[in-house]
């Protein structure tokens, strides 16, 4: 099946820094989804790409599609300790379904501040 | 106001037990699913529902059941014929379209004693 791969697994920063993270599939996706989960609630999404080369900002949010579309990559800006949490990517699952997601391992952020 | 609703938000058991974890949306969302979470991994799926009456096995579907006989309600049971069914539960929902965008419950933490 597909699999995404998601780096890093973990990152720890300072509060003000930027973050990169990036997630790539084995195959190519018509849209990625980037979401959020807070310790102990369910995982919400941030923002959504549909098509490839898109950049699309959310705050201090900003994510793109990758050309190849087998890519995409998440940046936050100026991180502050509310950004704490477990980030995943996710993109249509495979066989073409329209219901199903595959979702990458995520990347835990740890701010201090 | 609109979402997804899990409970119990921990649900203790003894092992041997079938338990049950309730999961309703007032989306009007026609899809549903169960994700099964274990600490430092990705999102697993169990089962999901594209409509009334109708579900399909995840990756994960052995030891679970599910019931899907009215749109707002997709309850997962556990059955004691899952191996190891200490973890967090998550259910989501979505209506199908352009990035099959799933939205998260806080989700129910089992612990099996």
């Known amino acids: 099946g597909q699999q995404l791969n998601q780096s890093p697994q973990s990152m720890f920063i300072q509060e003000g820094e930027d973050v990169s993270m990036n997630c790539t599939s084995s195959?190519?996706?018509?849209?990625w989804l980037w979401y959020k989960q807070e310790p102990g609630e369910g995982p919400v999404l941030l923002i959504a790409?549909?098509?490839?080369?898109e950049l699309t900002s959310n705050g201090r949010l900003t994510a793109q599609f990758g050309i190849t579309r087998k890519d995409s990559f998440l940046n936050i800006s100026a991180s502050i300790p509310s950004d704490v949490g477990i980030y995943f990517c996710?993109?249509?699952?495979?066989?073409?379904?329209?219901?199903?997601?595959?979702f990458g391992k995520g990347t835990l952020l740890t701010v201090n501040p | 106001d609109g979402g997804i609703t899990q409970s119990p938000k921990y649900l203790f058991r003894k092992e041997g037990q079938n338990v049950t974890l309730s999961c309703e949306q007032n989306?009007?969302?026609?899809?549903m699913y169960w994700y099964r979470q274990d600490p430092g991994q990705g999102l697993r799926l169990i089962y999901y529902?594209?409509?009334?009456?109708?579900?399909q096995k995840g990756d994960i579907a052995e030891g679970y059941s599910v019931s899907r006989e009215k749109k707002e309600s997709f309850p997962l049971t556990v059955t004691s014929a899952q191996k190891n069914p200490t973890a967090f539960y998550l259910c989501?929902?979505?209506?199908?379209?352009?990035?099959?965008?799933?939205?998260f419950g806080p989700g129910t933490r089992l612990t099996v004693l």
């Open positions: 195959s190519i996706f018509n849209t």
């Open positions: 790409l549909y098509k490839a080369g």
């Open positions: 996710a993109g249509p699952g495979s066989g073409g379904s329209n219901y199903k997601l595959t």
């Open positions: 989306l009007n969302h026609d899809a």
């Open positions: 529902s594209q409509i009334v009456n109708d579900f």
């Open positions: 989501a929902s979505s209506t199908p379209g352009r990035g099959n965008e799933q939205f």
